[in-house]
């Protein structure tokens, strides 16, 4: 087993990516093109500090951290990952972790922090013990949740399983929109209408709440512009709107990954709240999610009631903070 630190995202990128299919922890947060665009949007003040793992069976592990002081964290952040962690083949975690410890050592670290940790995550179970077996302590907290949902096969199926005031409600309000408004709803993908159609998006997401306002900060933009530009040419992103009359009234930003369709983010006009277009929008994309043959929606992290009413499961996300005794 070598290991060898990490000093760009392109590399190992084939290794990188082949590892991450098959890891439990697979996410579009943790391929090389979302950690490469996050670094050069971001990474300024920092310095990379992950590493790999290479046995004679290829890479095994791959760590992906930053250091900013004495203090060592994941590559990312909580405002644009909504998961992070280790990439670690199945049997080799004891040495991995091991070795992950070993650099905190030598990087003359403090602390590790690490962020947006699944609850399912090796990481919760494996290092907790190694780290306090080397003296070091252990914090884990619960950070936030995340929700989402398996699909079936048919829109008739997924209504079934709602319960019976939430399913009312949804037809309610789209039978509404339907009677009353002369509306529309359609996905672009294309990098060049995406790009054309991003300040669309950003100006909605802005006008939903005081909160996503003051969120878009002139940094956010770029990296939005830089990411979404990325995604699409990596035919991974699907960019929604509904119109009234011609007139855009909701968006939403979602991703296609690994067979599984991730709501990152949304918007819509409040003049028109009276017809729910921010909600129907959000399930009319998961509808389309079915008739592509997704097998998952992620509605990503946050306790928002929306997701809960359109069938979202609740799963709690972790932090984990490893510092010297």
């Known amino acids: ?42 990474g300024a003040a920092k310095g990379m500090a992950g590493f790999y793992v290479r046995s004679s069976e ?20 909580q405002d644009t990952f909504d998961y992070n962690d280790f990439m670690v083949s199945p049997g080799t975690e004891d040495d991995f972790y091991h070795s992950l410890l070993h650099s905190i050592e030598e990087q003359s670290c403090n602390s590790l922090e690490l962020y947006s940790l699944v609850e399912s995550s090796p990481t919760l179970t494996y290092l907790p013990e190694a780290a306090r077996s080397h003296g070091f302590n252990v914090e884990v907290e619960k950070e936030d949740v995340t929700s989402g949902i398996d699909l079936p096969g048919t829109w008739e ?13 949804l037809r309610r309000k789209l039978r509404r929109l339907e009677s009353e408004t002369n509306w529309s709803f359609y996905g672009i993908s294309e990098p060049d209408q995406v790009t054309a159609s991003l300040g669309e998006f950003i100006t909605l997401m802005k006008m939903s709440s005081a909160e996503k306002e003051d969120y878009m900060t002139p940094e956010r933009e770029r990296f939005f512009y830089h990411m979404t530009e990325k995604m699409a040419q990596q035919s991974l992103l699907k960019l929604y709107f509904m119109e009234i009359d011609g007139q855009a009234v909701a968006t939403s930003l979602c991703f296609d990954y690994a067979s599984s369709r991730l709501l990152y983010n949304s918007g819509y006009n409040s003049e028109f709240s009276y017809y729910s277009v921010g909600l129907l929008l959000n399930a009319l994309c998961l509808k389309d999610a079915i008739e592509q043959g997704m097998g998952y929606f992620d509605f990503l992290r946050g306790p928002e009631p929306y997701k809960h009413h359109l069938g979202g499961q609740q799963r709690d996300l972790y932090q984990m903070v490893v510092t010297r005794s």
């Open 1 to 42: 087993m070598v290991t060898t630190p990490l000093t760009s995202f392109s590399e190992i990128r084939t290794e990188w990516e082949s590892l991450l299919s098959t890891s439990p922890v697979n996410s579009l947060f943790l391929t090389p093109n979302w950690q490469e665009v996050w670094w050069e949007s971001f």
């Open 58 to 77: 290829g890479v095994t592990a791959i760590a992906p951290l930053a250091k900013q002081g004495d203090t060592l964290s994941f590559v990312g952040n």
């Open 157 to 169: 199926e997924y209504l079934a399983v709602l319960n019976k005031k939430d399913r009312h409600e």
